[in-house]
């Protein structure tokens, strides 16, 4: 089943996509809800963020390559995470598919994609196994993690090189019916393959990271959880068009602009 | 005025609290609500966390002798923030007035309070000024940032040692006509005064934190803000309990359990 959000005139409201037609619901789609006799073209519906989650996590460093490249970037030796440590992103910097991702005026040239599988949860669990991990995750979508690498080296926070406004599109819709582990992630810089990688690669896999994770917080429908990126990665410059497309779930597509 | 969340039935509802009478509202503090008929006495209302923020901000770092006394419990050298970068917390982590601080079973004996200053929003805003900033704070209320040190020490995103469910109480309610910088915080555990500070020897103000963090991300009605701790702090244990008290805001009471 193929979930999105979207704005149906003054609210925003949950729907259910079918071909090319989009069904509003009232209610939530981890919850009880109901379909209303509302259906929309797609291709003339304005998509939102799928979910705002209450709380945003992030697997961070979790495929070698990408850990060893971005140490690169900041003149560090690389350092894989020995556990598999949940982190953090704000919902103050989210945006749909389609909105443009904004380069700071005074961001250096180092601003960059990491295109990434999203695990959005269904329901509230603590204590989950690994074996029972996947239970638990309503569906996946699409991230890109913007990053600004000379803020990511030295903000100890990374509230500027990773939370800026518009620095984390997530969509296009949330796809319910997937096997993580036999996804493939393809990115693409103004139509140009920049990335390709597979999710079975990871350090640590999502049911160790819920797993882990679950031993001390209690997830909540909604919460969203980024599982990282592999590879290097490269500038993003004003009039660039970055994708992130999952086989499976769909292509998450942001114009770049650079604030003037 | 004086703003609580309730449980009120099956449901949770913002209430303003007159003397020992709470009295609900439809609609949220900070933007168009009405009063409702419904008055309940102070004393047998269940308050709950007095709002679960879009996005959990918090100082971290903030004062001088905190930051040197965290820094000998790590075996670190005690390193003053450069800026006032914004970090964040979770909020599953959250728990109200009056709930019980829950060790983890694993944990070491080094759980200890930090008893905070807390900013909710008003509006949505960015690139404020220094001047401008508390004209988009709505109140104050009172954070406990429960840290358990030796996880403090080697995670590297804070998910156990500062997020583990129960860690941040947060109440027990919003106050509005305050001037933070002229506060003082009392953290007492057992009855036993343990600590005592004036929130303006801050190293960053509250409307430096704002106005720095607003250049880059856009604050929204109800984040909240946790300005950080002064002083040493000493270990929590099963039984204790952990007040902190604000005079003109009140008292956040927490017991403390060891989970078994």
Not at 24 to 36: F, H, K, L, Q, S
Not at 67 to 94: C, M, S, W
Request: charged share 25%; proline share 6%; glycine share 10%.
């Amino acid at each position: 089943m193929r979930w999105c959000r979207f704005q149906d005139g003054e609210r925003a409201r949950y729907g259910v996509i079918e071909g090319d037609t989009v069904i509003g619901v009232d209610g939530e789609p981890w919850g009880a809800y109901t379909r209303t006799g509302s259906a929309h073209p797609l291709a003339s519906t304005k998509l939102l963020v799928p979910v705002i989650p209450p709380t945003f996590y992030a697997a961070g460093l979790n495929y070698r390559e990408h850990v060893t490249e971005v140490a690169k970037t900041q003149g560090i030796e690389p350092a894989f995470p020995p556990h598999a440590d949940v982190g953090y992103r704000a919902n103050n910097a989210l945006i749909a598919d389609g909105e443009e991702i904004v380069i700071p005026r005074d961001a250096t040239e180092l601003v960059q994609y990491e295109g990434e599988l999203v695990a959005v949860f269904e329901r509230q669990c603590r204590r989950v196994s690994e074996a029972e991990a996947l239970d638990h995750v309503f569906g996946y979508t699409i991230g890109n993690d913007v990053s600004e690498r000379t803020w990511q080296r030295d903000d100890r926070t990374f509230f500027r090189s990773k939370n800026t406004d518009t620095f984390k599109p997530m969509g296009p819709w949330i796809e319910t019916d997937l096997d993580p582990a036999a996804l493939g992630v393809t990115i693409r810089l103004s139509g140009r393959e920049v990335g390709h990688y597979r999710v079975a690669d990871a350090i640590f896999s999502l049911q160790q990271f819920i797993s882990r994770a679950s031993q001390y917080v209690t997830f909540y429908p909604g919460d969203v959880l980024w599982m990282g990126t592999d590879g290097a990665t490269e500038n993003m410059h004003d009039g660039d068009v970055v994708e992130i497309e999952i086989p499976g779930i769909g292509v998450l597509r942001n114009p770049v602009v650079k604030e003037r």
